[in-house]
């Protein structure tokens, strides 16, 4: 028996919906050109073709439509998975989401729920016109009722799926589509969900802690590595659920190192690090050794191609804030 090639995230995903499609009934997909073309980065490649047109649904371009026909079948029994094309294309949603989704289960008294998944391709790195690059997760960490989750490898973004289109309420489910293809993994079509709500530990260390989530994933562990060659072991925290965030993982780990650096590729005012930054004040003071250091894009929009790495944090970035807690105790 053959095991299983190597896929890309954007292949994970699209292994994930097929699963659900074929187990289970009440799964329908939706969105912009996600049918007949397969959907803009080819997420839904094929699933027409295999499911049906009443499965997988070509939607006019019309974002508020697809987020309120979402909210319509998810309260009446359905699994919907919506897809947003670009993160740019999100804001019209807001009202539903905001307004809807996630008062459901409260507007209701837990008669209704709303199992629905809003599939958002996020941030920047493609080289994409304006409106295509956002890195607004932290908009949705505010909404109360909303899980926000963003995988940063095949492996997770297979399996995190199927948990949100799993779970009975209603799920951001952000993709770096910086990272779709840019390295592949053997993820096992076995319907095996991860668990929400919690972060992995990616890599052990005990100087410093070093803290993310989707894309940048990647640069945080270039930049252990980067460390260790120095005689610094760096532990890197994917926090994968952002909300409801498992803030005990990044606390334990604090612990031990003393120190912390929070990576993001959102701007830096009010972005999720720092929410983060602020629970390790409230409960982790006397165990950090040196202030908390963010490393972030700054407070402007993701430029076009040409300053768009300018903009995301860098390795060397982060191994400078990184040194800069080691030096500071």
């Known amino acids: 028996m053959s095991a299983d090639p190597p896929i890309t995230l954007i292949?994970?995903?699209?292994?994930?919906?097929?699963?659900?499609?074929?187990?289970?009934?009440?799964?329908?997909?939706?969105g912009e050109d996600v049918g007949v073309n397969g959907g803009v980065f080819r997420a839904t490649n094929g699933l027409q073709q295999r499911f049906g047109e009443q499965r997988v649904l070509d939607t006019p371009l019309d974002e508020t439509t697809i987020a309120g026909l979402a909210v319509g079948l998810a309260t009446q029994?359905?699994?919907?998975?919506a897809e947003a094309q670009f993160d740019g294309f999100v804001y019209p949603m807001l009202d539903q989401i905001a307004s809807h989704a996630v008062r459901m289960r409260n507007r209701?008294?837990?008669?209704?729920?709303?199992?629905?998944?809003?599939?958002?391709?996020?941030?920047?790195?493609?080289?994409?016109?304006?409106?295509?690059?956002?890195?607004?997760?932290?908009?949705?960490?505010?909404?109360?009722?909303?899980?926000?989750?963003?995988?940063?490898s095949p492996q997770r973004a297979y399996g995190l799926l199927l948990a949100a289109i799993r779970d009975p309420d209603p799920v951001i489910y952000m993709e770096p589509k910086r990272i779709y293809r840019q390295y592949k993994e053997?993820?096992?079509d076995d319907g095996e969900a991860l668990p929400l709500d919690v972060c992995?530990?990616?890599?052990?260390?005990?100087?410093?802690t070093l803290v993310t989530w989707g894309a940048q994933v990647k640069e945080c562990l270039e930049a252990a590595d980067a460390l260790s060659a120095e005689g610094i072991e760096a532990e890197v925290i994917d926090v994968a659920t952002l909300k409801p965030l498992d803030f005990d993982t990044i606390a334990e780990s604090v612990?031990?190192?003393?120190?912390?650096?929070?990576?993001?590729?959102?701007?830096?005012?009010?972005g999720f690090g720092a929410e983060i930054a602020a629970r390790l004040a409230e409960h982790s003071m006397y165990d950090l050794l040196?202030?908390?250091?963010?490393?972030?894009?700054?407070?402007t929009h993701i430029p076009l191609f040409r300053l768009e790495m300018?903009?995301?944090?860098?390795?060397?970035?982060?191994v400078a804030a990184a040194k800069r807690t080691l030096a500071a105790s």
């Open 310 to 318: 300018k903009y995301l944090p860098s390795v060397d970035k982060i």
């Open 108 to 152: 209701t008294r837990g008669r209704l729920h709303c199992p629905m998944v809003l599939r958002v391709p996020w941030g920047g790195g493609i080289r994409a016109p304006e409106h295509h690059s956002e890195a607004n997760e932290a908009i949705f960490t505010n909404i109360p009722g909303l899980r926000v989750v963003m995988p940063s």
């Open 255 to 270: 612990a031990r190192t003393g120190r912390c650096v929070i990576v993001h590729e959102a701007p830096r005012t009010a």
């Open 77 to 81: 029994g359905m699994k919907p998975v």
């Open 11 to 30: 292949e994970a995903i699209t292994q994930a919906l097929a699963w659900e499609l074929q187990h289970d009934d009440s799964v329908l997909v939706l």
């Open 200 to 208: 992995y530990v990616l890599r052990d260390g005990d100087d410093v």
């Open 186 to 188: 053997t993820v096992p």
């Open 290 to 299: 040196a202030p908390v250091e963010r490393v972030t894009g700054p407070d």
